[in-house]
């Protein structure tokens, strides 16, 4: 357990509403991800964060948006929800050490119908 | 653009053989990471590899980096069934993290 969590773990919403769905750290870790994992596709980049307010994007950054106010949580926001957008979504972190591992949360499943 | 290729992408075998998965990826990288994922689960870190020439084990799995070649390997001796999952390589170039789309494999008892 690398002190990761997510919420919610499961989600089902209509097209067009709004979604965000929350990544949080028990640690002061300074960099944290989000990504989409599909059926073939293996695992997406959407946005990632290397600290309070700095996020950059990933490989599949339209239709999401991200913010970090403060290092223990980064949010991911669908602003208006579409079915291409039913997925998993996973989390990470990277552990400042000398291998800068990363860690996974444990997903949130996301439906959008 | 950095691109990261895994083949294969699924792979049978029996137990006790060996195996190689592959992980080819574009540009220079700083670091790869190797995950395993069990059905319905989150990812768990297996290796970090952080330079060229390196080599790690844990049990029956071996991976290994030739940065020269921008290619990883993941080995597997005398497979047994528990070691059935999907497998990705993950490479690093900045601060972006970029996954292979994974091998599964499946061990036939």
């Known amino acids: 357990d690398a002190g990761i969590t997510q919420s919610p773990r499961h989600k089902v919403t209509e097209t067009g509403t709004p979604v965000t769905l929350r990544c949080h750290q028990t640690e002061n870790h300074r960099y944290m991800y989000w990504y989409r994992q599909d059926p073939g596709h293996g695992l997406r980049l959407i946005h990632y964060?290397?600290?309070?307010?700095?996020?950059d994007k990933g490989e599949v950054s339209d239709g999401y948006s991200v913010s970090r106010s403060k290092t223990e949580d980064f949010l991911l926001t669908l602003e208006s929800a579409t079915s291409s957008q039913t997925s998993v979504y996973f989390c990470?972190?990277?552990?400042?050490?000398?291998?800068?591992?990363?860690?996974f949360g444990p997903g949130t499943r996301l439906t959008v119908l | 653009e950095l691109k990261v290729e895994q083949n294969p992408l699924f792979l049978s075998m029996q137990e006790g053989k060996n195996y190689t998965i592959y992980c080819n990826y574009s540009t220079t990288s700083d670091r790869l990471y190797w995950y395993r994922q069990d059905p319905g689960k989150s990812l768990e870190s297996l290796f970090v590899l952080l330079s060229n020439g390196a080599v790690k084990q844990e049990g029956r799995l071996m991976a290994s980096l030739d940065t020269k070649a921008r290619l990883s390997t993941l080995h597997i001796t005398a497979a047994v069934h528990d070691l059935s999952a999907t497998y990705f390589c993950a490479v690093v170039i900045r601060d972006k993290i970029i996954f292979g789309k994974g091998t599964r494999l499946h061990i036939l008892p």
């Open positions: 964060s290397y600290g309070v307010k700095d996020t």
């Open positions: 990470a972190i990277i552990f400042s050490s000398l291998y800068n591992e990363q860690f």
